[in-house]
């Protein structure tokens, strides 16, 4: 199971990576403008891919309460990918180095509303990076609604076949 999850961690980030190559490049209003949809501009969806991910990394770090790093954020659009970036990062890393035990653990861990669950950390990690996966799609979507059109592959084969 491990190489399964670290050939996925590891195309999770390479594909924030590509993605973030684009959306960096974003104007202060390009990320605020209001684009309708699920989340109301780029920032909004940003900020909840890395609030979420961090969420899970948390868990994975045996967390009893996680933050949102993005509600004591003050930095700049770039400099808010670039932190998604690196809590991707962690989470490549932290599925390399798990130990066979660490992967075959069950997390327990109490959502909103005091909701107690349990999750397999191999479910974990496959849920946060195919999150991602999904929310990708919007910020593609929402960068063409801006008029973008240079935007890099980030399927799974593209990355398979540079890799």
Known sequence: MKPILQRYASYHLWANKELVSVLAKLTPEQATLNL????????ALVW????AESTWYQRLQLEEKVIRPSEQFTGSFAEGCAAWLRQSALLADWVAAATPARIDHIVAFTRQKNQHFKMPVADIIMHACNHATFHRGQMVFMLRQLGITRIPSTDFSTFSLKK
């Open 48 to 51: 909840h891919a890395w609030d």
């Open 36 to 43: 309708g949809g699920s989340f109301e501009n780029m920032r």
